[in-house]
């Protein structure tokens, strides 16, 4: 299957070469960092198809044929099913890789996001977390900036309320600890779940899956509460139930963390600097 994959690569790097994408086009090679070791990237040719790489070895790698190119994203069908190896899901069980690529623009940066990824993508726009050819490859070597542009990005229709203009933040009503989850990195390290409630929601454009995050208090490292990753989990009007997780060991305190009137926010918590 890698010969394959490295196949369909020799013919893309081929063919870019003799017809060099110009901004307007949306063929050529993202890449993106997503770890000190890994990095992701995507190479995409309008006869050749294109080849997915998110690390090295049979199971993080993927290629195939582009069905279809339309105004919002790609149609491809890969030679490996996605939805095969759960390597390619994200902690919360979202697909790294889809048949489906949307099409994002953010100035002159252009990204083809797997349709399952956009709401982590979005999330992490709101919650200032999107580096230029970091977490989500982006197109490199047309103009393309390191830096974010101010704003938000040009999604289709039916990513935009996922996107805020401005931060929704709020404060915990009320704390439910679920209970812990084995993992299988050791006997000790455990998934810890909080489930709190906020009183924002729909009226305030808060939605399923949507991101919130711990706001330091007092004396607190911003690194001690960015640890917690929270999801909407249930919504209404003027209500939200958002679940918090995140790999600890069982020693680590948690209910210290969550607490009545602890202030929440789309936006993520980070050093200073780096808002």
Not at 50 to 56: G, P
Not at 197 to 224: F, K
Not at 257 to 267: A, E, I, L, N, Q
Request: net charge negative.
């Amino acid at each position: 299957m890698l010969a394959a994959h490295a196949d369909r690569l020799a013919r893309i790097q081929a063919e870019l070469a003799q017809s060099a994408p110009t901004p307007d086009d949306w063929f050529g090679y993202y890449t993106g960092l997503r770890t000190k070791e890994d990095s992701e990237s995507f190479a995409y040719a309008r006869e050749s198809g294109c080849v997915w790489k998110l690390c090295d070895g049979e199971s993080g790698s993927n290629s195939g044929r582009v069905l279809r190119e339309e105004d919002d994203g790609l149609d491809v069908e890969w030679i490996v099913d996605p939805m095969r190896s759960t390597c390619w899901q994200t902690p919360w069980g979202e697909p790294q890789l889809s048949s489906r690529l949307v099409k994002v623009h953010w100035g002159e940066l252009k990204f083809l996001i797997q349709r399952e990824r956009m709401r982590s993508f979005c999330n992490d726009v709101n919650s200032g977390l999107v580096r230029a050819g970091r977490e989500y490859p982006c197109r490199t070597g047309v103009g393309a900036s390191d830096q974010v542009p101010a704003g938000i990005p040009l999604v289709p229709a039916e990513y935009r309320d996922w996107l805020l203009e401005t931060p929704v933040e709020s404060t915990i009503s009320e704390v439910r600890e679920l209970p812990l989850v084995a993992t299988s990195e050791r006997a000790d390290r455990y998934v810890k779940q909080v489930q709190a409630t906020v009183p924002v929601g729909s009226a305030q454009r808060v939605s399923m899956g949507m991101a919130l995050h711990l706001i330091p208090d007092g004396e607190e490292h911003w690194s001690d509460a960015a640890g917690w990753d929270g999801r909407v989990v249930q919504v209404e009007r003027d209500r939200a139930v958002v679940e918090f997780r995140r790999a600890a060991d069982l020693w680590e305190p948690t209910k210290a963390m969550f607490r009545v009137g602890r202030r929440v926010s789309t936006r993520a918590p980070l050093p200073a600097g780096n808002h």
